[in-house]
């Protein structure tokens, strides 16, 4: 087929074709005058929702014939995805409340309507356990509690129906914790009216949130990102809990009878007339049941395991506060959690544009009281700014953001989504967001040293280089050159060598090496590489004694030999390394030769990589056989041959794992052994430890098996399905004929074993559970060795068992290489228990048996630590 | 939340204008879709920099992953072109790259994403004086990044473009010049290690096969 024929041309089919796309999607788009009233409802406010009420009220009552269902949807649809909209929704209703000039007064209101429409969405939510919207809905509710259309009881009997919650029975932390924040914000926005009606029930509702905070508090520890692996108290310096906040400003406003809530959010609702108290009656909320969670219902409904969905274990939620209270809002003040949820809320519900996400964060100040936010930079000051307020905008968002990106063990969306969100933000107003993001830097960097955990540290650092390489990779280095003072292994060391490490991927050696300042550019100040990360091919050296042996194997793989020939000329090596006998395994050196000289022929690009093991993947199965020995050399030759490109030995472990050359435990059990003397400069290495990048192979590993399980386990779902449907046909078509002839029934019988295909789903199934847990196990005990090492353990850290104290912490300003090695080794233990806590849960008692039971009766301090991650992020001492 | 905003991970108008599918199939195609058409790249972008952004939207404990990237090639030189393939195993990281990497920089250009029909044989070359790939040929600005007048720049430039000439000079046309990247994990053939050895393909091209049994052409990308 000739290109050019299509290249050139063209253009005319092409144009046609183009417009044949427009014409789909304008038929598509056609609105009828209902769908126009959606939209008007839904885009109230564009320019002044106050303004635009009446108009809007005006546009509803003149939409002849009514549709009361398509306004109750526009309402659902606004509340419930433009939250900071609500207080406009409830005036908009309240209007609709107000008799209609040419009806009679007897005549249900048209808010009403909607209203009693409205509430079917919401049993909806409910029904579905859908909790952003169930929470949001009951921000509406409450709005309009306060502007008199919902009774004041029926509004409590709805709150109290979400504290019950936290009373069920081995509720998850998780479900508790949505509920207590249904419960808790209704009564933020309506606690004036809800005291003034009935003030115990204030209390009851905020002492059964309180109840269920204190029994938290062991999770909290695990979960804090600033508290020392020592302390058992949560340390509160810098960051902010979730439902402590929550409780502090229910304290807070209970005491000022929440009069305060009128300065922290508008209540336009308040504007229209009182109703007539005398004949008018609020409608009253329906009752509700919250019903269980939906994947919590029957969760040992198989005893293989494979019905069992894994659930995200959900934790408190901690954020890191950036800014002094003058400049962004304290969340435990109720105009700064109010502010919060309200940003948190967009971030959640624009995740699929994160463009209109950063637009829509950069307007928020419009949907609060004017004096809310500094006004912008040459905007005209049209309202005084309120005192003890006037925050900066900019430095709000981003402390918000950078908060749930930084949520451990994980943030809630993918990390790049945060990540692109702010890359969006500064791309709308650089001037504003810029500075707030670099002091953000600074702070981040700050806390480093104080303690912020290494996994806050980790996705610091890959934040820090993605976001860098957007904005020309221009950063102030230059200030952080005193800090090359500080011990090698220091966090804040630890972090400019892995920010420049991540940068140097996304770009180029020579591109990063250029943004740094002298001082940092030299080899000894371990910043970064005075070389590009290639290669090295151990016996390109002509003086390895081994060089002529690996260049005959690396000619065969030039010429594409056939896997038969390699692996005969492979034997014929093998005979004379043996009788060569000079102290060596033969095997291991061959496998070493095989593996650098496969990868040396791939080295020029991944695909290449992929390429060159395809052709050979018979070759290295047969090489790596079902010997663990020989799985580890393989791993060791590979980290050799990369060993100044880490990011290329995470891509080669992960293939050798996916082609089944190494399993998912090999790497774990490798990482423990090796992982220190990859691509480290000698002097960063050191005895026993994990630093981030192990950890990325672990989790490599870890992920890998995980994944595979929840592959087959999907697999066997759906065979069994079809295996069920089969048997139901069978079984009607038998009941059909047994009315016919009894006797020919029992031929077609339905059958009672499982298909062939499901058999070996199933197998596959317990085989990779088998290796799940094998994983699993594997990093645990490796964990266990690097941070209570048994007397005999050779390449022991002698500081792991001392950097636990809360003595040893404060002295860390003393610390070296070796202390702060062992303190990024705890802090990645408990990484591992807290984000894999579901999948370790499955497996609580074997784990334990294996790796903890023996620090029952010691005291070791190591082992004590180590339990106690154990049991509360195994759920033991919730 | 498609009430409010339009989700930026729905199919652009880029598509496949060769395809002899019907329209109704390609989208059913594209719903499912695992594969990424990734442009404007820097003609000296290296796969393990897009790896490297590419895999933030991976769910490995999903299955997912980075199953294959394929550079796409100038068909007589063999040198990168501006656009390429990254293959995942999941649709769901097919979507994520929509909503988080499309319209971000990678090598310090703006990169665009689309969903892709899925890579078939001989899609890799484009441009070049017969190739396909049309979308910024009117290009008009300075651009270092995509060759030009960037070539004297500085020694670093020349040394990096020296290497991005050779590094696909072997680049290969034809079934299974493409590695597949390995498929879904399969228990291991009780058989003696010989029996491995006869297999000389990957046994993981499933994907491949997928997309062979549609028959597709061979079919240009065109942006419009």
Redesign the interface.
Known sequence: ????R??RG?GYR?RH??RD?WDDRRREQQETPDDKLKIAI?KLGEVDPIEELPRLEQQIRDHLPRNIPILSEAFR?GVT??PYKSPFYAALLRLLYNPSATNTSEETPLGRLVLEDFWKGFQSYLDKVAWRETRLCIHFFAHLTVAGLVSVDSLLTLLRSFTAVLDEFGVSHGRAKRAALCAGEGLIIAGSVLKAHNPDSIDEIINAIQAFNDTTTNLKWLVSPTTPVSAQTVQHESTSELLETLLNVLNHLNQSDFNDVTTCFPQPYKNSSDLDNSSFIPYDLPLVLVPPEVIELDPLSSDSGEDVSIKKEEWPEFFVRLFPNDVSPDPNTPAGYIIRTALLDIVD?????????ARLLLEYPKWNLPGTFKPKPGAPTTVEPTPGKDWQLESTIIECVLGIYLLLPESPK????Y??LI?ELCKLSPSTVGPAVGKSIRKLYQLTSDGLDVESARRFAEWFA?HM??F?FQWVWKEWIPDLNLTVQHPKRAFMRRAVEFEI????H?RIMKTLPEPMQSPDAYVISDEAPGPAYDYDDPTNPHHESAASILNLFRGRAK??DV?AHLDTLKASLESADDGVNPDTILRSMVVQSLLQIGS????HF??A??RY??LL??LA?NNNGAKADILTAAAAFWRHNR??VS?VF??LM???IVDPTDVAAWTFVNGVTVGQLAELAGPLNLSAFEWDLLR?AI??A???V???RRKVAALKKEDDDARGRVKAKADDTMEVDAEKAETVAAPETDSPQLQ?AL??FS??IKEQKAVLSRTLEGFVSCLAPSPDEPRANPHSRTVVSEDAWENRANWGRDEWNAWETWGWCRQFCRVYSPYLRMYNETLYTISLAKFEKSTDPAGETLKSIWSTATGQDA | MAHVVSSLDQPSNYKDSQARVDRQKQNDLLAKSTTLYVGNLSFYTTEEQIYEVFAKCTSPEDGGGIKRIIMGLDRNTRTPCGFCFVEYYTHAEALASMRYVSGTKLDERIIRCDLDLGYKEGRQFGRGKSGGQVRDEHRQDYDPGRGGWGAQAQRAEIERRREVEERYADAQDGPGAVAGGGGDWKQEDSGASTNKLKRERSPDDDGDERLVSLNLPFFRVVHL
């Open positions: 087929m000739s290109y050019e299509h290249g063209g092409r074709r183009d796309d839904i649809i995805e433009q519900i624009f995740e699929v544009n994160r463009k209109e996400c993918k990390s790049i989504y990540t692109a890359t993605v390489s957007n020309g991927r996304l770009a180029y020579e896997v038969e692996i020029r690009s991944f695909s992929l390429n093991i395809e993947l018979a199965r047969n056989g990011q290329m891509i992960d293939k996916q082609y089944q490599g992920d890998k995980n994944g595979r929840t592959i087959a070996s197998k596959a085989s990779l």
